[in-house]
């Protein structure tokens, strides 16, 4: 399944947040809240690591998310509206931990989009060969994969086991 963060996986550097941001999106269409959290992870992730690579970021000694988005240097090398949109995938994800029932699915498209937007801008920034890229939400009503049930593996289990008895 092809999604808007598939982009990621070309630059080995971005391993540690790639995936988070992949799974974030592949789990909209089952669970919007899901969606949302995983999204403030790779961003949280991704701002770490923005603070391991880049020379003109100095860690804060409070390394929460927040104190590390709102830091002078961090506004210096995100422009006003990367860091509103950083803001709002902060918050956003804050509530979905504490208020699931507000999240929306407009809201987890808008939090994807967002992401979508740091994301590129890392890639730009930090990445070795880039290429623009854009948002598709067309992406995110790709059809989700339908779940898989207990019943359905104990099935599969017992057709392998009875291949390999006829096998042997």
Same mark, same amino acid.
């Given at each position: ?21 992949? +799974? @974030?999106?592949?789990?909209?269409? /089952?669970?919007?809240?899901? &969606?949302? #959290? ?57 509530? +979905? @931990?504490?208020?699931?029932?507000? /999240?929306?699915?407009?809201? &987890?498209? #808008? ?58």
């Amino acid at each position: 399944m092809t999604t808007n963060f598939d982009f990621l996986l070309s630059d080995p550097q971005f391993a540690s947040f790639a995936e988070t941001a992949i +799974a @974030a999106e592949q789990i909209y269409p /089952i669970n919007s809240v899901l &969606s949302v #959290l995983g999204c403030r992870q790779a961003m949280e992730v991704a701002v770490k690591w923005m603070y391991s690579v880049d020379d003109a970021l100095v860690m804060p000694y409070d390394t929460k998310l927040v104190s590390l988005m709102n830091s002078d240097e961090f506004k210096d090398v995100v422009d006003r509206d990367l860091h509103k949109r950083l803001e709002y995938i902060r918050r956003v994800g804050n509530a +979905a @931990a504490h208020e699931p029932k507000y /999240i929306t699915k407009d809201k &987890s498209r #808008l939090v994807l989009h967002n992401l979508h937007v740091f994301m590129d801008f890392i890639a730009y920034c930090y990445g070795e060969n880039y290429t623009e890229t854009t948002f598709d939400p067309a992406l995110l009503e790709a059809p989700a994969l339908a779940p898989v049930t207990v019943q359905s593996e104990i099935d599969a289990v017992i057709e392998q086991v009875n291949k390999n008895a006829i096998a042997a």
